[in-house]
T-cell receptor
Framework: AQSVAQPEDQVNVAEGNPLTVKCTYS??????LFWYVQYPNRGLQFLLK??????LVKGSYGFEAEFNKSQTSFHLKKPSALVSDSALYFCAVRVNSGNTPLVFGKGTRLSVIA | KAGVTQTPRYLIKTRGQQVTLSCSPISGHRSVSWYQQTPGQGLQFLFE???????NKGNFPGRFSGRQFSNSRSEMNVSTLELGDSALYLC?????????????FGEGSWLTVV
């Protein structure tokens, strides 16, 4: 079975400060990890993914995430937050074999305050 | 390239009725997945179709069904609607069933059951 935990329902950060949105996962096997963002009344937009290789993954809009196998984590980060980054962020995982569906965390609402 | 298109965007149904939602994947994409999003449960996987065959199914009652056509377009149907079926229904597509592929979401269909 595979699962994702996003331990914070809400993260507040001041504009210009660095932001981190946390994600831990559990899979039987090697994971493929994804981050998506959802703006109000919209679908999910893909930000970045880790498949293999470099543990630091860079994605859209200046976001990056670091895969840490020993801590089973894939935290999303950005060096300088913008008000426009305020949205709902989802971490997702699937095991790298067996064609299993993508499993999502509950989501973390990020509020960037001007 | 056009994205994933879902219709209708908004609909209101009465308990006991049935509803059909439609999804057109990105051109060339052959895998279509459906998810239900609610505030309490987050994103829950419904089913995945590839080559007109259901490949994966989530833990939903038999009232939830789907199908895929030869042009990869997909529909999902919910019969005997219940108040708890009120949700955002998201369709996502991918080129094929390779686990590392990114899945791309549509804007969703907002269903309200009254």
């Amino acid at each position: 079975a595979q699962s994702v935990a996003q331990p914070e329902d809400q993260v507040n950060v001041a504009e210009g400060n660095p932001l981190t949105v946390k994600c831990t996962y559990s899979v039987s096997g090697n994971p493929y990890l994804f981050w998506y963002v959802q703006y109000p009344n919209r679908g999910l937009q893909f930000l970045l993914k880790y498949i293999t290789g470099d543990n630091l993954v860079k994605g859209s809009y200046g976001f990056e995430a670091e895969f840490n196998k020993s801590q089973t984590s894939f935290h999303l980060k950005k060096p300088s937050a913008l008000v426009s980054d305020s949205a709902l962020y989802f971490c997702a995982v699937r095991v790298n074999s067996g064609n299993t569906p993508l499993v999502f965390g509950k989501g973390t609402r990020l509020s960037v305050i001007a | 390239k056009a994205g994933v298109t879902q219709t209708p965007r908004y609909l209101i149904k009465t308990r006991g009725q049935q509803v059909t939602l439609s999804c057109s994947p990105i051109s060339g994409h052959r895998s279509v997945s459906w998810y239900q999003q609610t505030p309490g449960q987050g994103l829950q996987f419904l089913f995945e179709y590839f080559s007109e065959t259901q490949r994966n199914k989530g833990n939903f009652p038999g009232r939830f069904s789907g199908r895929q056509f030869s042009n990869s377009r997909s529909e999902m149907n919910v019969s005997t609607l219940e108040l708890g079926d009120s949700a955002l229904y998201l369709c996502a597509s991918a080129p094929d069933r390779i686990s590392g592929n990114t899945i791309y979401f549509g804007e969703g269909s907002w269903l309200t059951v009254v």
